[in-house]
């Protein structure tokens, strides 16, 4: 018997609706992006994306039922992001998700948005080994992550201060590439050459910890005091500077932990360099390397729907009295 999942997303500025069989077959997944709404103000303005979602959420789930070729009889679970996010961003899909639950007659579930972003993985290949290094890069996170199994996490290091994804978006900022930061800086950097400035490496040698704040600094100061320089050498530069410090920390984790391999996972992954730079240390070290396609990375409902319906597997449903929790940790659930 199959059994479907709808999954809805809401934690920041994409309304995202999802239709799963048996939480791994994609049957539809519609994601509405509000990048346009909040460009102008250089990133996402609360209030702005909890109006939208409000007004985007019945017909973004509609979208998702009809691509599926499904409706509302057909779905089995309701699976919504319950934190961590914006609060008014996270009540309207979940929300939503209790009615449908309720009108529906179907159980309802939570879900960690961070978990979300792990099974964004195994939506695409299900069969990956453990233990995994997780890189969880994305606006909001910066996290290693040691995955011993399902459900089970440890987190190995994380950001002392900024996110990954919030340096690309402030670094981005500051050039003048617009919102939303990381794919501006991305294709720019292409152009670049990534050596021609050494931007430092916080904290590379040691731990598994992150710091991003002096590097945005030094990008600015270093810009300042050469206003001639090429923006393309200083994006290229910039992301180099990242990805050194992220995958030297992730392959250090690996080490450490004895690991069979490496899983990226966040908006950030969808970086080329990173990608590629990812690929190049998993042959060289001889472990297995996992990178979601770049829809996968970014916010979806397919992940929601996925992690989802593995938590419901286990541990069964939550209680429709289940609040948001907009700074809910990987281990909230
Ligand atoms: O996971 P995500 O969609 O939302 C959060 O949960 O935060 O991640 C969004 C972040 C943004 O900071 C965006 O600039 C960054 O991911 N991002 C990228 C790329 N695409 C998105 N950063 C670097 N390179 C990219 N290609
Ligand atoms: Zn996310």
């Not at 199959?2 to 519609?30: P, W």
């Amino acid at each position: 018997m199959t059994f479907r999942t709808l999954g809805i997303e809401t934690s920041c500025d994409e309304t995202a609706a999802a239709v799963l069989v048996d939480g791994n077959t994609i049957l539809s997944s519609v994601v509405s992006s509000q990048v346009d709404l909040h460009a102008r103000f250089g990133g996402v303005v609360p209030e702005i994306a909890s109006r939208a979602h409000v007004e985007l959420i019945v017909p973004v789930v509609a979208d998702a039922l009809v691509e599926a070729g499904v409706e509302g009889k057909d779905i089995d679970l309701v699976a919504a992001t319950s934190g961590p996010g914006l609060i008014g961003a996270l009540l309207v899909g979940l929300s939503a998700a209790k009615a449908l639950s309720l009108v529906w007659d179907v159980p309802f579930i939570g879900v960690n948005h961070l978990e979300a972003h792990l099974y964004a993985s195994f939506l695409e290949e299900p069969d990956l080994e453990l233990p995994l290094v997780v890189l969880l890069v994305s606006g909001g996170h910066t996290m290693l992550i040691l995955m011993e199994d399902h459900g089970q996490y440890r987190v190995l290091g994380r950001t002392l201060d900024d996110a990954a994804g919030e340096a690309f978006d402030k670094v981005a900022r500051f050039l003048g590439l617009g919102y939303p930061g990381g794919p501006a800086i991305d294709l720019l950097a292409m152009e670049g050459d990534p050596a021609a400035v050494d931007f430092p490496r916080a904290m590379r040698r040691d731990g598994l910890d992150f710091s991003f704040s002096g590097l945005k600094t030094a990008v600015v100061n270093h810009v300042r005091a050469n206003p001639e320089s090429d923006p393309a050498d200083i994006a290229a530069s910039f992301q180099e500077a990242v990805v050194d410090v992220l995958l030297t920390k992730a392959q250090r984790a690996i080490e450490q932990e004895d690991a069979r391999g490496l899983c990226l996972a966040g908006g950030v992954a969808a970086n080329s360099s990173l990608r590629e730079r990812a690929l190049d240390l998993s042959m060289a070290g001889g472990h297995q390397a996992f990178l979601p396609s770049r829809s996968m990375c970014t916010d979806n409902a397919a992940m929601v729907a996925a992690a989802g319906w593995r938590r419901f597997q286990a541990s069964g449903p939550s209680p429709l009295d289940l609040g948001t929790d907009p700074s809910l940790s990987i281990f909230g659930l």
